[in-house]
């Protein structure tokens, strides 16, 4: 089991960085586009990866297990996928924050000071934005905090996916092996 935890795990990862370096690329090296829709796109990235959650449970369930599993020891295993998965994203981030000399949450607080601008905020309500901003880059500053932050990302979701796979596949008649 361990093994397909980690060649899982390592694939749900790769292609989360995947498409997290090809969005970079794609914008020029610094995400200009930090609206909502970037949001979205990267839960839906990370959902896609994490799916791989799925595919290795029903893997060990029909080919080491003989069809049948028990919701915890599937569950377990989605945990240790999304574990690995979320440490490569962690690294990767990281990786990419040192390569940008950490300019990442300089370039968000002013997205988001622009943005408020942009639907009418002005006196105290802009200052509290700019206020929380100016606090978010101190905290994004320290290395543990922004590891933290940026596994709990990704984490959530693994976490989800891997009850949803366990409830569906403890069920052996739910997409049986075939013989």
Do not use: C
């Amino acid at each position: 089991m361990p093994n397909i935890i980690f060649l899982f795990g390592s694939f749900a990862g790769l292609i989360i960085i995947g498409a997290m370096v090809a969005v970079i690329v794609a914008s020029g090296g610094v995400p200009s586009d930090m609206s909502s829709r970037s949001v979205y796109f990267g839960y839906l990235v990370m959902i896609v990866g994490l799916s791989m959650i799925f595919f290795a449970v029903k893997r060990y369930r029909d080919q080491e297990l003989g069809g049948v599993i028990k919701f915890m020891p599937a569950f377990l295993m989605g945990v240790g996928i999304t574990v690995v998965a979320s440490v490569i994203y962690v690294l990767v981030w990281e990786v990419y924050m040192a390569a940008t000399n950490y300019t990442f949450m300089d370039a968000y607080a002013a997205a988001m000071v622009d943005e408020a601008r942009r639907q009418g905020l002005t006196g105290a309500d802009l200052e509290k934005i700019i206020k929380e901003m100016e606090e978010a880059k101190v905290l994004y500053a320290n290395p543990l905090a922004r590891m933290a932050m940026t596994f709990l990302e990704i984490f959530p979701v693994g976490l989800l996916i891997a009850l949803i796979s366990a409830a569906v596949l403890r069920n052996p008649k739910v997409l049986p092996a075939r013989a």
